[in-house]
């Protein structure tokens, strides 16, 4: 018999207070979830993320039954599996003949398109819920962005701040600053990082086990280990880790955010983004948990704003990028790289320490926190000149919270530049000089940072200068540029030539090693 909705709960909005599940609280509707091979294929995923994936929606199926919801669970294996979203979900349609069909707002524009695509033929009305986990709406940002000449992340973070009230004291920001950036970039010294607490690790119960027996069989290939999954897959191990972080390692956040250390994938790191991106844990409930702390406990200001600043700044902002700016966005290739993404960025297999270290703990965690993402991994893809889209394929493949809405804009606006300055005002370029001075990477690696000529020639700076060399007729008109172009010009024209010669090595050698 038809039914009145079917409700789709995609695999990143496991959310009990979904408004789409409002939709189907009567007996004439059902809840679909579905696991399918192409989404855990169509880019090869780190092991981890399919587990992270499979068995958080396992156990939210669990806890939607124990609600009494009436779900339609798609597992992997089972026979009539179609194997691709798209006909998995038309398998369903075509089952229930449902008068509507109700999603939340997805979190990836392809997956909005095969719904619609999928609704058409069958006359199924669609309705697209507003997803209310995020603190900003799609049509409140476009709103904001229609106002301002220019988009700039934090004159949409003072918004976000008035707007919400967090940290603010009247009309004006608690402590009389809206950021403490000056504060949050201390290192560890020669000495390195004192005893920091890890993140909690969370048991694998026979869900997780299933899952994980499943996805070592399923897909061996894939890259990353098994070895150390931990993440959290349900609401309560999300609010246990949220506690965790407040507890032991936010007051270290502020100053040390930016800081890097070998063999320390977490340092003082909330390891929370995989949680809130899953919608096991809402941003309002992490912010005013971080925002407690600072009455409650010896919290500083700076660590707290910090925080913030990233939850209800950096990630409402790039959402809004996200959906006002595509589909063109993906498209988009301002410095006009063309490289692919080198096989190491998978394996680790590299003589530089930086991003040996930076992709082993990706191996192995799937984490590697903003700095590294930005000014290590994300520098290096965009010195050498890779296409930016392929390096948010690579962050896709490679990062358990990786979601579309989020790593594009941060991938190929924030750390590629790839949209000419709509999400980062300048390129971050940067030497090996940097990554010296902010990790301890640079002292057990074979290259020197200082140098950009010679056996020994850090590629990172290397490739910096040549980076500067080649885009500079695109650049030149940055101010915030000026400094790095009248250090370029410094160095005399042999020279120049020499560092263009070990770039293009350095080019050459990584374009004909690839994983995909």
């Known amino acids: 018999m038809p039914i009145r909705n079917l409700v789709v709960v995609f695999g990143d909005q496991l959310w009990l207070k979904s408004p789409a599940l409002e939709y189907a609280e009567s007996k004439d509707d059902r809840v679909v979830m579905m696991e399918v091979a192409e989404e855990a294929t169509y880019i090869p995923q780190h092991k981890i993320r399919l587990v992270l994936f499979f068995s958080a929606m396992r156990h939210f199926r669990e806890e939607l039954a124990a609600h009494d919801y009436r779900v339609c669970y798609s597992q992997l294996d089972d026979a009539k599996n179609r194997g691709d979203f798209a006909g998995e979900l038309q398998r369903r349609v075509e089952e229930f003949n449902p008068q509507r069909l109700v999603c939340l707002e997805p979190g990836d524009w392809r997956v909005r398109e095969i719904v619609q695509e999928v609704c058409k033929p069958h006359g199924v009305e669609l309705k697209i819920v507003e997803n209310t986990h995020f603190l900003c709406s799609v049509d409140e940002f476009r709103a904001f962005a229609d106002s301002r000449k220019s988009l700039v992340m934090e004159y949409f973070y003072r918004h976000m701040r008035r707007k919400t009230g967090w940290l603010m004291k009247g009309g004006d920001p608690v402590g ?13 010294g020669k000495e390195g990082p004192p005893d920091i607490k890890q993140p909690h690790r969370f048991r694998a119960d026979k869900i997780t086990d299933d899952t994980i027996a499943m996805v070592k069989e399923r897909f061996p290939d894939a890259p990353g280990s098994l070895d150390r999954f931990d993440y959290p897959v349900t609401r309560q191990q999300g609010l246990d880790a949220l506690h965790d972080f407040v507890e032991h390692r936010l007051a270290g956040f502020g100053p040390y955010q930016d800081a890097m250390a070998s063999g320390e994938p977490y340092l003082y790191h909330s390891r929370l983004s995989a949680a809130m991106n899953l919608h096991l844990i809402h941003p309002g409930e992490v912010v005013e948990a971080v925002i407690d702390a600072s009455a409650n406990k010896d919290v500083e200001l700076n660590s707290v704003e910090g925080f913030v600043r990233q939850v209800i700044g950096w990630r409402e902002f790039v959402r809004g990028i996200y959906w006002t700016q595509m589909p063109d966005y993906a498209q988009m290739n301002y410095l006009d790289a063309d490289l692919p993404m080198p096989a190491f960025m998978w394996t680790g297999e590299t003589e530089m320490n930086c991003l040996k270290q930076s992709i082993g703990q990706l ?16 520098l290096y893809a965009m010195l050498l000149g890779v296409k930016p889209y392929d390096v948010h394929r690579w962050h896709i493949s490679m990062y358990a919270d990786a979601i579309d809405w989020v790593s594009l804009p941060n991938v190929l606006g924030m750390s590629q530049h790839g949209d000419g300055g709509i999400v980062g005002t300048k390129p971050y370029a940067a030497s090996g000089n940097y990554i010296s001075k902010m990790s301890g990477y640079c002292a057990s690696c074979r290259y020197d940072p200082k140098k950009s000529e010679g056996e020994n020639a850090c590629p990172m700076t290397v490739l910096c200068w040549d980076f500067l060399s080649r885009n500079r007729s695109k650049l030149k008109a940055n101010r915030r540029m000026d400094f790095q172009f009248k250090n370029l010009d410094r160095k005399d024209n042999a020279e120049r030539r020499a560092i263009r010669k070990q770039a293009d090595a350095i080019k050459a050698k990584a374009a004909d090693q690839t994983y995909l």
Request: glycine fraction near 6%; hydrophobic fraction near 35%.
């Open 363 to 378: 191996i192995d965690h799937a984490y590697a926190h903003h700095i590294q993402r930005l000014m290590v991994l994300g």
């Open 176 to 188: 009389g600053q809206w950021n403490y950036d000056s504060e949050n970039r201390q290192r560890f």
